[in-house]
């Protein structure tokens, strides 16, 4: 199994986990087009820079209102001293808040924040999202991170989901971290991930609502129950936007397992902390439990109902709204019921936590009074991605091995191959035998190299 191992000795944001991927192997080029695709206006950058002594990536997201020679480290995921009040970004100095911003005027509004960090309500940024040209997995992973900040900042203030106004956690640096974080995940083919305890750091933080105690409020409620300790002069260690990631990567929290280390990554936050690196590190490995073992095991839970009473286009809806909440896949197969009826079994494929949210929308969007779940045990093969270049553009190949390290498939990424066909105007097709005709070249250099 492959493993992604984040030590969070010095927190995280989504410029360290985006700089530790760089590091690690993941092509930077690959998310700089990432974050190109969103069309919001940024583009990244990466150098390289010192954290107390040790080499390190540092990827910033660039954002219209910029200096050219001033990188942004973006609202929510600098590494920053919150000890303060203020806080400064190169000739910037201005007070942060780590909230959503609801009811307050829109010329108060504006006055508290600045000029690129604009309000976006929760629907607005899963709208940019959806209509980027990325994967499904990219998709589903960033907009359920989303959704995660919306719930959150919608319980801290008591108000619902659709009125909270993202100011940080909304900002074009704030979507482009974590959608190139998703990319970047998608791309390191890394089946679980795991993390050490959390340093989150101490001190006080200046917010829209006042000065309040690191962790922020936001941060504190995304992670739970995560191990956390605090350590090291007063900053913000991990943000919102770490926070989020780390959720949307569904990171559980252990030592680190036996394993052989294939990459190591170390991505910077904003500031260089003396004697203490302000550094995320990435251990990519594979487990050692098992010769050649190639099986990633895990549990499934299964949803099924079946509905001889309903609109076929609103099955359709729902299946979409199910995607969209988290499950995995979603089918309808058509059943011959009691009494010679016919109807529709709905069947879900989920985590084993995501069943009470995804029944409540079965029940409220369709006409079922009930259903029935179970929870089984999944393996699946060991999956990775490679990246080949086509006379058209990139395209991602997913591969899939058997135990022995043998290919058993390799399939062109749909969502890369498609756009590539539009913008060329050609068939869908053509375009997929091109991505395989480049894939199989790769892989015969490849294994003449290593044969000499």
Avoid at 70 to 93: K, L, N, Q, W
Wanted: glycine share 8%.
């Amino acid at each position: 199994m492959r493993i992604g191992y984040l030590e969070c000795f010095s927190g995280i944001s989504g410029d360290m986990l985006l700089g530790a991927l760089v590091d690690a192997g993941v092509p930077f080029d690959a998310l700089a087009e990432t974050a190109i695709a969103l069309n919001v206006g940024a583009r990244l950058e990466m150098r390289k820079v010192s954290r107390g002594g040790l080499a390190a990536t540092k990827v910033d997201v660039i954002t219209p209102g910029t200096p050219a020679d001033e990188p942004t480290y973006g609202a929510v995921h600098s590494h920053e001293d919150h000890a303060a009040e203020t806080h400064s970004h190169g000739e910037h100095s201005h007070s942060h808040s780590r909230e959503a911003h609801m009811h307050e005027p829109a010329a108060a509004q504006e006055k508290a924040t600045h000029s690129h960090a604009p309000h976006r309500h929760l629907s607005a940024i899963l709208k940019i999202i959806e209509a980027a040209p990325l994967s499904e997995a990219v998709k589903e992973r960033s907009c359920r991170a989303f959704r995660l900040l919306g719930e959150v900042e919608a319980a801290i203030h008591s108000i619902p989901i659709e009125k909270v106004h993202f100011h940080e956690v909304g900002a074009v640096d704030t979507i482009v971290d974590i959608v190139c974080s998703a990319a970047g995940a998608e791309l390191l083919g890394v089946d679980r991930w795991l993390a050490s305890p959390l340093n989150v750091g101490s001190g006080t933080v200046k917010c829209q609502h006042g000065t309040l105690p690191v962790p922020a409020p936001a941060t504190l409620a995304l992670l739970g129950d995560a191990p956390v300790y605090a350590a090291g002069a007063p900053m913000e260690r991990v943000t919102p936007t770490g926070a989020t990631v780390l959720r949307m990567l569904d990171v559980s929290y252990e030592t680190l397992p036996a394993m052989r280390v294939k990459a190591t990554g170390y991505g910077a936050g904003g500031r260089d902390t003396p004697g203490e690196p302000n550094l995320l590190r990435l251990l990519v490995g594979e487990t050692t439990e098992g010769a050649g073992e190639s099986f990633a095991e895990e549990p499934i839970a299964i949803i099924e109902t079946v509905i001889d009473d309903s609109n076929p286009q609103v099955l359709a809806y729902v299946s979409e709204l199910l995607l969209e909440a988290g499950a995995w896949d979603v089918f309808r197969v058509a059943v011959q019921m009691k009494k010679g009826r016919t109807g529709v079994q709905l069947t879900v494929l989920c985590r084993p936590d995501l069943v009470p949210p995804l029944q409540e929308v079965i029940f409220r969007e369709t006409t079922t009074i009930g259903l029935h779940w179970r929870v089984e045990n999944k393996r699946s093969l060991k999956r990775e991605f490679v990246e080949v270049l086509t006379a058209r553009g990139r395209v991602r190949i997913k591969i899939a091995r058997w135990p022995s390290g043998k290919i058993a498939n390799a399939s062109p990424e749909y969502e890369d191959c498609r756009n590539l066909a539009a913008r060329h105007s050609v068939p869908l097709k053509q375009v997929m035998q091109e991505a395989m005709r480049a894939f199989a070249a790769a892989t015969e250099a490849t294994t003449d190299k290593e044969s000499l």
